[in-house]
């Protein structure tokens, strides 16, 4: 092994830039392909639409659904693009969508990268070394064609890190117990996320892994590596489900400080779901070995058929092209002539017609649906608006109930601070004031929350005068305090509402 200065190994070196060479098909899809469309390419973040892509199918491979087909792809990419820039008058996401898509897929093809290997001393040559790898490819799946994420791709998902999975998940909850234990809950919950994703990493690599041996057992290393990485992937499920139960007592006691409430909820969510990933990868763990065992039955153990041992182009193709013109003529003539005349249908043998009735039953595992409780679905806290957004409101609403204002005039101040759907709160704010002012009993108002409170304590009153705004039609209500609704003064419409 050769020192480069002294201290850095050559394979330190190699092994950082294979890692650096998986994002280089995210710079050709910058550089290259995006200029080339016919579309305004620099509107749209790319490289962000590339992750996204892999993320969506490394978390579709790692789940129970298993794969994800094309289509759906280009779907999800189509609505992000959307997303993205919705006020492109050419509307062209679904061209992005496909161009994002075919780059990641390169045709089917591998990427090529070449590793120079630098000249000894002395040496006038340098070696230099393919290196190819795939991000996401096209297998076969029940229901047709799948798009399938390889290793490299589980890479990018994990930040494009090279580590042993198995390890860094249980490395990274060890430091979101420490991180909680020291009150750090903010960057509990982040790393509660990374150890997660590090899970779901580990259940589409073994996938993949077990996908690539029922279609050619060889291309795994059975024989050497992956049978050590099942036995120690496998022995550590036990610490890894026992470490997510002293993470959830752990959130479980964090939890009643009402400061840190509600980062240990997101870090219970995010730690059940990693359990289930887990109790499905032991299921895969345990099927393991008997896909390997069948696999190699049908691949290796039965008799190869005369067909595998021809070379099509050596043995047929450039014989006959390099073969005198009647010589082919007369050849394509006895050959058409076979494939287009009577044939029978082949016969079973009594090997394969025995396998085929004692083949093992397949059965298929059917959970039962899930059904959305229409309770979980309502949420009237104002916890579930930012900070910036609620504080305007409970303004705005204040000043309201102190002097009666009409909708146009609130609508007008909403417009000054520039905060994001300000104007579309206050507009939803006044209506359903005047609508359970009037048709909604008591026990229907919302929970005694700070803004909901406020919002119950107003009136609106409709007297005639239409609403003239750019964005909204309707009733220009007078709002402001219940308890003095009947003795407001007719307050002046604005000339510019309704000019």
């Known amino acids: 092994m050769r020192r480069e200065g002294g201290s850095v190994s050559r394979d330190d070196v190699e092994r950082r830039w294979r890692t650096l060479q998986l994002v280089a098909p995210v710079f050709h899809l910058l550089e290259r392909a995006a200029p080339r469309a016919e579309l305004d390419h620099e509107s749209y973040d790319l490289g962000q639409l590339a992750l996204r892509a892999i993320d969506f199918v490394v978390a579709h491979q790692a789940s129970i659904e298993g794969s994800v087909s094309p289509g759906r792809v280009v779907d999800h990419l189509t609505e992000l693009a959307r997303r993205m820039c919705p006020d492109d008058p050419t509307r062209p996401w679904t061209k992005v969508a496909r161009l994002t898509f075919a780059s990641l897929l390169n045709d089917g093809r591998p990427h090529q990268a070449h590793w120079v290997e630098l000249a000894a001393d002395g040496e006038a040559w340098a070696e230099r070394r393919p290196f190819s790898f795939r991000l996401l490819r096209l297998t076969d799946a029940e229901d047709g064609t799948a798009v399938s994420a390889t290793d490299e791709a589980v890479l990018l998902y994990l930040q494009a890190l090279d580590t042993n999975l198995a390890d860094r998940a249980m490395a990274l909850k060890l430091i979101v117990a420490r991180q909680m234990t020291a009150g750090e809950f903010d960057r509990a919950r982040a790393t509660a996320i990374d150890a997660r994703r590090t899970a779901e990493g580990l259940a589409a690599s073994l996938r993949d892994k077990l996908d690539d041996t029922r279609r050619d057992v060889r291309s795994v290393d059975w024989g050497g590596e992956m049978p050590g990485w099942l036995s120690g992937t496998l022995g550590q499920l036990a610490d890894q489900l026992d470490m997510d139960r002293q993470l959830l007592s752990l959130a479980g006691t964090a939890g009643e400080d009402p400061a840190a409430a509600e980062d240990c909820r997101a870090i219970v969510g995010e730690v059940r779901r990693a359990q289930d990933v887990w109790l499905l990868l032991e299921r895969r763990l345990q099927a393991a070995i008997p896909t390997f065992l069948a696999a190699q039955q049908a691949q290796r153990f039965s008799p190869r058929s005369r067909v595998t041992v021809v070379d099509l182009v050596q043995q047929i193709l450039e014989p006959a092209l390099i073969a005198?013109?009647?010589?082919?003529?007369?050849?394509?003539?006895?050959?058409?002539?076979?494939?287009?005349?009577?044939?029978?249908?082949?016969?079973?043998?009594?090997?394969?017609?025995?396998?085929?009735?004692?083949?093992?039953?397949?059965?298929?595992?059917?959970?039962?649906?899930?059904?959305?409780?229409?309770?979980?679905?309502?949420?009237?806290?104002?916890?579930?608006?930012?900070?910036?957004?609620?504080?305007?409101?409970?303004?705005?609403?204040?000043?309201?109930?102190?002097?009666?204002?009409?909708?146009?005039?609130?609508?007008?101040?909403?417009?000054?601070?520039?905060?994001?759907?300000?104007?579309e709160a206050v507009w939803a704010a006044c209506l359903w004031v005047w609508v359970a002012d009037d048709e909604v009993e008591d026990e229907a108002q919302p929970a005694d929350a700070g803004l909901a409170k406020l919002l119950a304590s107003l009136s609106a009153v409709d007297d005639g005068n239409l609403l003239a705004d750019l964005d909204y039609i309707g009733p220009d209500l007078l709002i402001g305090s219940a308890a003095h609704a009947l003795t407001w003064a007719a307050i002046p419409v604005r000339e510019e509402a309704n000019g």
């Open 324 to 423: 005198p013109s009647d010589v082919l003529e007369n050849s394509a003539d006895a050959l058409f002539g076979l494939t287009g005349g009577a044939s029978r249908p082949g016969l079973w043998s009594v090997d394969a017609l025995a396998a085929q009735l004692l083949r093992a039953p397949v059965t298929w595992e059917r959970p039962p649906p899930a059904f959305d409780d229409v309770g979980e679905l309502i949420d009237v806290d104002d916890a579930n608006l930012p900070d910036e957004l609620l504080s305007a409101l409970i303004t705005l609403f204040c000043a309201a109930a102190e002097t009666p204002a009409r909708l146009s005039a609130l609508l007008e101040a909403a417009r000054g601070p520039g905060i994001p759907r300000l104007g």
